[in-house]
């Protein structure tokens, strides 16, 4: 038959990104295209002793239907975890969500009607723009450099366009890696405080760090609960447990545990608990400390290679941690219609306009260094390189006239 | 801050069964009010020995980032098991959940608008009303007798209100246990099959008989893909897997696809992978059998207590399965007004306006008899029958001026 949908179905469009994955499957292709953490990182030994534990104590209620709100042990170390980076929170306002992307849809839910604006990031995670589409939301792009979104922009764009909500991703950003520094986030949360608008920080990647000195979180400065602070396991633990958590005010968390009572009941009861005692029981610490080592060294070899290789006039993003970094290539390039030719190269990555919710990046790509092995990099960027090199000669040799 | 919410978030309200079932955690109280299957019935070390084996083939991509579809060998054996029961599908058209609820939110997302109408029985699951609210659809109660949705009033509320949507559960109903007979069926579907409507089957308890003939869902007389059918592991396996599944039409599913992309991503890589595993490996029919041996039992204790105890003029449905049944007190009981009396006596339902989205059910209340042991249910029957005779005489004197 055919569908009469509601209206928000004609911005809701698959991610680019998810198309691309299907092409490198394909034997044989080295992919920078996906966002996937490194699957030999992964604790499997100690999470199968975990669940050993969980159901051997014969407690079927592990099994069972359980609160909306989720595991009460794990909000609780999650809320302990959270005042280490400053976050002064309590377990009752933690939420635990299937992933963060779920937490970003559902504050969603809670503050877009069709039209109201969303302020971001531009470029932004692409996974973000896909949920406030589908609310029919207006996005505004505020500039970024590479400090994060520009305040004097924002702060206008606050004035000028009456936000609903605004949404960033401070620190090792999806796509370019870059962090926003000390000063900025307080002078960020000093905006926040002279305006009523919530800001959703998505900080995913903050465990991640190779380099540098650690930030404290925006929401570490926020003292009348603007920031909905979102976290995930999915890079530190696993991603295919689902599980991420929201930390909101008081005043909030009721009209979240709502949103989520209607979209799934609750998250899962026994990965939950599985993840409680594999955090509570096993050397978390060290085990991060580990992933970094080895995504330190991915990153340094793709940057090593890049410097190396790659033609004079492209240029990249040097991130202190997280799973990628943005190269810009000289303004002739189009990196959309060079994905074809560099995926019979043998190599996939994700054009930069993905993430450009009001257009951008036509030069740009996003490059992923957690899940290729150092030796899949050399000869990744290598067959970048020869890409590029290909096509600046073409677009030289088109310029003189040949 | 104080928010300034999306207008749906009006018509978001918190469940009264969540709210019951917080004041029924306290001891001494016997629970009828809640949903939840027979923990003790639950595959623990089934399930134990299958993480054991998902994990211990050392195969990372268990606990990696999967596809939003859900995981393929699954969907699979779903197709396959509901090509036993008349379903007509194929792997492609199954797209994995979190449990049965997200499949509801997600053809809520796709289909409704404010205002649009979604026809629904009445009294309906609980659950899909709070999801058809926080769309803001309008819904029109269809009134239904005990074979379920009357189908001359249907067929009037879709000529005369257009609807979106349709949503009913035709299997041992949550609230009443009734079920749709044959010719019903049949004839929803000749309906269907003269307007341009997509109807949600919701089937979680099918599985559940104790006694009668099994009947073909709905979806098996859907010749042009007009049904959703929403199935659910939560009652046969464990609800806190979280696994559920919809199967729609071939051009729906991606629109599917979509939703639950933003929604979440995917479900849980893990958990997919066990069921699956403990699915193709256990014998699931038996254990089927056992839940469905025991819960009869639980169901004949209840109604054998009931015909014993409870006063004359107080009605019940006999359901052939499922985990609830529905009782009809005289008219001029009120069971809203009765529960904390109820509480205080030490037994909790689920007073019947709860489950009808435009009014009734005032005299009615829900009873779930999964989740008791036969002692508790003989006890919880006494404690409901005294309540039914303290209030019946308090009415019969107030009518003689006493």
């Known amino acids: 038959m055919e569908y009469n949908f509601a209206s928000r179905v004609e911005r809701m469009e698959s991610s680019i990104i998810r198309e691309i994955l299907k092409v490198t499957e ?29 159901l ?22 999650i809320a302990a975890a959270l005042a280490e980076i400053g976050i002064n929170t309590s377990p009752d306002q933690v939420l635990i969500t299937n992933g963060s992307q779920q937490a970003i849809d559902l504050v969603a839910k809670l503050f877009l009607d069709p039209g109201d604006v ?65 000063e900025r986030r307080k002078d960020l949360a000093a ?21 540098g000195t650690p930030v404290p979180p925006i929401k570490a400065f926020d003292k009348d609960g603007k920031v909905i602070y979102l976290g995930t396991f999915s890079k530190t633990v696993a991603p295919g447990l689902r ?26 009861t026994l990965v939950q608990r599985v993840l409680y005692n594999y955090l509570t ?3 978390v610490k060290g085990h991060i400390k580990a992933i970094c080592k080895e995504y330190a060294i991915r990153r340094d070899t793709m940057i090593s ?3 190396r290789q790659f033609p004079e006039g492209v240029k990249w993003t040097e991130p202190q941690g997280g799973m990628f970094l943005w190269v810009t290539l000289p303004p002739q390039l189009d990196t ?21 919710p009001t257009g951008g990046g036509r030069n740009c790509l996003r490059l992923n260094f957690s899940n290729s092995s150092p030796d899949q990099i050399e000869t990744g960027i290598s067959r970048l390189a020869r890409l590029f090199h290909n096509n600046l000669q073409t677009v030289e040799k088109g310029t003189n006239g040949f």
């Open 26 to 54: 394909q034997p044989g292709i080295i992919s920078f295209a996906g966002g996937l953490p490194a699957p030999e990182m992964f604790p499997l030994q100690e999470i199968k002793q975990t669940f050993n534990k969980v």
């Open 243 to 268: 599980l991420g958590f929201a930390t909101t005010s008081a005043g909030l968390m009721p009209k979240m545990v709502l949103a989520k009572q209607g979209a799934d009941l609750h998250t899962g």
């Open 336 to 356: 959309t219609s060079l994905l074809n030719e560099a995926i019979k190269l043998g190599i996939a990555y994700v054009p930069g306009p993905a993430f450009f």
């Open 191 to 211: 905006i926040l405080a002279r305006h009523h608008i919530p800001l959703v920080e998505d900080d995913p990647y903050r465990e991640l760090r190779y380099s």
């Open 56 to 77: 051997g104590e014969g407690d079927e209620s592990a099994l069972q239907y359980s609160a909306t709100e989720g595991f009460y042990p794990l909000r609780e170390y």
């Open 305 to 307: 290679a890049m410097k």
């Open 118 to 182: 969303v302020l971001v990031e531009s470029p932004s995670y692409l996974g973000a723009l896909q949920v406030f589409n589908s609310y029919q939301a207006s996005l505004v792009a505020v500039p970024t450099d590479p400090e994060g979104i520009e305040l004097d922009s924002l702060e206008r764009a606050i004035t000028q366009y009456k936000p609903k909500l605004i949404y960033i991703t401070p620190t090792f950003k999806n796509p370019t890696g870059e962090t926003m520094g000390l």
């Open 281 to 283: 029981s096993s050397n």
